[in-house]
């Protein structure tokens, strides 16, 4: 077959854990990385890379604490394995910011006191980002909808959907 | 998770190989449901083999209707212009679904391979037959109101946890699968199964084949349909009954009806008696409440899932009379429009 570089097979328990140069860039950086294949994205970030932003929250995809960007989508860092993203792009929440300015979404979080105890918070604001350049959102029950993959048990979503609502419509005091 | 290697193939010929060479391996893409499983310890792959390399990702034009390449993510899938003008009841029915980056994640195919949502199922604790062949069924007995009230068997109760697939039951849809020996075309009617006595086994398709396309075919229903999903909470969860109607009106009749049922057995749930019931008929409620007796006549509760027999009867007839009047379910304000 015309197997990649990345075939990899000795690898399931017998003889030394494989590891599989990935290419990524992350936060606009070009990494080369060996990662074992059962290393999740989410993982990668945390342990490897000191890159601990993103959250670890359920670790199943059902709260949305890890939402990064992949090639500018938003998707659950935690149901994603790193090896299979070679040559893909990922924005953490750390990679938004923009020679010291925070991001815009950022700014109205902290505008709108979108938060309480904060750990969902990376997570909203790249989905936030992400439902940004979706453009599909232009009511509040819109917002709240396309949001809904990302819960905050400190129920700031009142504040979230309104900081949300303030980029969409560029009414922000900031950029 | 355990350990397994990896493999990314990039033709389709290869990837079936790959299966075909190994009982323990998977095929991987989007990986929302297969990850989550391997995290339990419900899935143990000896192998991953990861298509998301192989050309499988368009949506093309296929004799008035389309061919949806496997590897369509369900967010792209939703928001294409095609499928959004003239599969809406598809597109309505796939954001009902899951979470925007999840719809960014899970694949075409993949949607149809995800494993219910069971508690038993996951929880490696229990005796569960579809997990574990033999060992019971926990959910008899237990905690069943996600269950099924239609089709289960004294083996297994899950439901099949699918959105899209409730709407591509009443499409009519075909999947397109290539094994070692070539491709074959799957009604999707035929794709699921039922329990019996081998709930282990979800569908048809054999170990080693993979999913090519779903394929629509042209009659659209573009006017009259409805995807209307009761769940527990408004957004981002299950479903507890869903309905996806669709209608072709001619003088205020219904010449073409559609109707599946999803959350309520181990497959979308159609019956074609029901869909002739309504042939015919003045679009009314008089009308629709006979196909909704007609199409959960085998309804049977297993104590706490009893109510999503009534649910589904009316959440049946509110969906058809959506469907007739044109004002199809919003997937974001939940309100009708």
């Known amino acids: ?175 | 998770m355990n350990r397994f290697s990896y493999v990314r193939p990039d033709a389709v010929a290869a990837a079936v190989r790959e299966r075909a060479s190994d009982p323990g391996a998977r095929f991987i893409a989007g990986g929302t449901n297969l990850l989550d499983l391997m995290k339990y310890d419900v899935e143990a792959p000896s192998r991953l083999i990861d298509i998301t390399r192989l050309p499988l990702r368009d949506i093309q034009e296929i004799d008035g209707g389309l061919r949806i390449g496997a590897l369509v993510p369900n967010s792209d899938l939703a928001y294409d212009p095609r499928i959004e003008e003239r599969y809406p009841l598809l597109a309505s029915a796939i954001l009902a679904g899951a979470s925007p980056q999840l719809r960014n994640m899970a694949t075409t195919g993949g949607n149809l391979l995800q494993r219910t949502r069971c508690v038993y199922f996951y929880d490696t604790a229990t005796p569960c037959n579809k997990r574990t062949p033999g060992s019971g069924c926990s959910a008899i007995g237990g905690i069943n109101r996600q269950h099924a009230i239609l089709g289960a068997s004294e083996h297994c109760i899950a439901t099949n946890p699918s959105d899209m697939g409730v709407a591509l039951a009443a499409l009519r849809a075909n999947v397109r699968v290539a094994g070692p020996d070539g491709e074959r075309t799957i009604p999707f009617s035929e794709f699921h199964r039922l329990p019996g006595d081998e709930p282990q086994r979800d569908n048809n398709l054999a170990a080693d084949e993979l999913i090519l396309s779903v394929d629509l075919p042209a009659e659209h229903f573009a006017a009259n349909y409805t995807y209307l999903k009761l769940r527990e909470r408004l957004s981002y969860a299950f479903a507890l009954v869903s309905v996806a109607a669709a209608l072709r009106l001619e003088d205020g009749k219904i010449a073409e009806a559609r109707l599946a049922l999803g959350g309520v057995a181990h497959k979308p749930w159609r019956d074609e008696e029901a869909e002739e019931l309504l042939r015919g008929q003045p679009a009314e409620r008089a009308s629709f409440e006979q196909a909704a007796l007609r199409i959960l006549s085998g309804a049977r509760g297993f104590g706490e899932n009893d109510f999503k027999i009534e649910l589904a009867r009316r959440a049946i007839v509110r969906a058809l009379e959506q469907a007739a009047a044109g004002t199809p379910q919003s997937q974001s304000d939940k309100r009708v429009q």
């Open chain 1, 1 to 175: 077959m015309q197997a990649t570089e990345t075939d990899t097979r000795s690898g399931n328990g017998t003889g030394e854990p494989s590891r599989i140069p990935v290419v990524l860039t992350i936060n606009g950086t070009e990494r080369r990385l060996e990662v074992e294949p059962w290393t999740t994205l989410l993982d990668l970030l945390r342990e490897r890379l000191d890159l601990t932003g993103s959250k670890k929250g359920c670790d199943h995809g059902q709260c949305g604490a890890c939402t990064v960007l992949v090639d500018d989508r938003r998707v659950n860092a935690c149901l994603t394995l790193a090896v299979m993203l070679d040559g893909a792009s990922v924005t953490t929440v750390e990679g938004l910011a923009q020679d010291g300015q925070l991001h815009p979404v950022q700014d109205a979080f902290v505008e709108h006191d979108a938060f309480q105890c904060g750990y969902c918070t990376p997570g909203q604001i790249c989905s936030a980002v992400g439902l940004l350049k979706e453009g599909r959102a232009q009511s509040d029950d819109e917002i709240r909808e396309l949001m809904s993959g990302n819960l905050c048990r400190c129920g700031a979503y009142v504040n979230i959907v309104a900081a949300v609502r303030q980029v969409m419509d560029g009414t922000g005091a900031g950029r």
